[in-house]
């Protein structure tokens, strides 16, 4: 049974930093696809980075890119995602999503039905 568990969410001021946290049990991430969505209040989801674990190959939405960083630890089985330069508009319950053990990313970047597992999410709250 596979288990994705996000952590490192919170309230932080415009402008600042956070780091969460993705701890994925019952298979090894090293060959699938993860990614990090996100829901603000009253907005559907969207994705926001994803990797190719394999290849390290990342994809960044335009609302985040260059301000926001996926990343991977194969060894605990993680994957990160470090928030910099925070905006209100980025307040929302942050998602891990894996395409499960040899999952491919999806060709349509953030295609929801491409990820079999999610977690139950982490609240981050920007204040300006």
């Known amino acids: 049974q596979a288990h994705v568990v996000e952590s490192g969410g919170g309230s932080v001021q415009a402008g600042g930093s956070l780091r969460l946290s993705c701890v994925v049990s019952g298979y090894t991430i090293s060959r699938t696809c993860m990614a990090w969505f996100r829901q603000g209040p009253g907005k559907e989801r969207e994705g926001v980075a994803r990797?190719?674990?394999?290849?390290?190959?990342?994809y960044y939405s335009d609302s985040v890119r260059g301000r926001f960083t996926i990343s991977q630890d194969n060894a605990k089985n993680t994957v990160y995602l470090q928030m910099n330069s925070l905006k209100p508009e980025d307040t929302a319950v942050y998602y891990c999503?894996?395409?499960?053990?040899?999952?491919?990313?999806?060709?349509?970047?953030?295609?929801?039905?491409?990820?079999?597992?999610w977690g139950q999410g982490t609240q981050v709250t920007v204040s300006s």
């Open positions: 990797i190719y674990i394999s290849s390290g190959s990342t």
């Open positions: 999503a894996s395409a499960g053990l040899g999952g491919y990313c999806p060709a349509m970047y953030f295609l929801e039905k491409a990820f079999v597992y």
